[in-house]
């Protein structure tokens, strides 16, 4: 192999290279319609939307919005709960719930916001009820409500549901029941 047939070969190597990129690439703007869920449907009503500026292709564009979001979430929901059969896998796909920064627990006037804080908290108030009397009769006051059947489910089936969440040390026990 010579100097001129390497320089070819790089070249053409070249050539297919760019052919491809160009032909498989496409320009991506960011925008506020870049969600996963954002198709060609919802692009095209949008488009539509805005050559008229009628009420009537806003509310088309909105619709095909609201189906296209439904159908996606719809099936992510289904892709979620069918890869382990284990619906509440759900909630990590959904993430949890922050409270707002301005609330939190006070006990004798300080901010428990710490985890330990918290533990330590709950352990005092606890001690500190644990020898008064109860008056159960509060509890006449409240409506009865029906109870409802769990579906069963095993103990193994409890143990991997457990081992795949994220627990605090204290309650590890639970796990190894």
């Known amino acids: 192999m ?6 070819t070969i790089v070249q053409e190597y070249t050539r297919l290279s760019e052919t491809i990129w160009l032909k498989h690439s496409h320009s991506v703007n960011i925008t506020k319609c870049s969600k996963e869920w954002w198709n060609k449907e919802c692009w095209d009503s949008l488009t539509d939307y805005r050559s008229s500026k009628t009420i009537k292709d806003w509310r088309t564009f909105k619709g095909v919005v609201k189906k296209t979001k439904y159908l996606f979430f719809n099936n992510k929901i ?9 619906p509440w896998d759900l909630m990590n796909w959904v993430k949890k719930f922050k409270l707002p920064a301005m609330e939190a627990l006070i006990f ?31 509890l006449d006051g409240f409506p009865l409500e029906q109870t409802c059947e769990w579906p069963p489910f095993s103990k193994k089936e409890l143990k991997a549901s457990l081992s795949n969440t994220t627990i605090h040390p204290l309650l590890n026990w639970i796990v190894t029941i």
């Open 108 to 138: 004798n006037g300080q901010l428990c916001i710490e985890i330990n804080n918290l533990w330590q908290v709950l352990h005092q108030t606890f001690n500190l009820a644990q020898n008064y009397q109860v008056n159960l009769n509060l």
């Open 2 to 7: 010579n100097k001129d047939s390497l320089k």
């Open 78 to 86: 289904q892709e979620i709960a069918s890869k382990n059969h284990w």
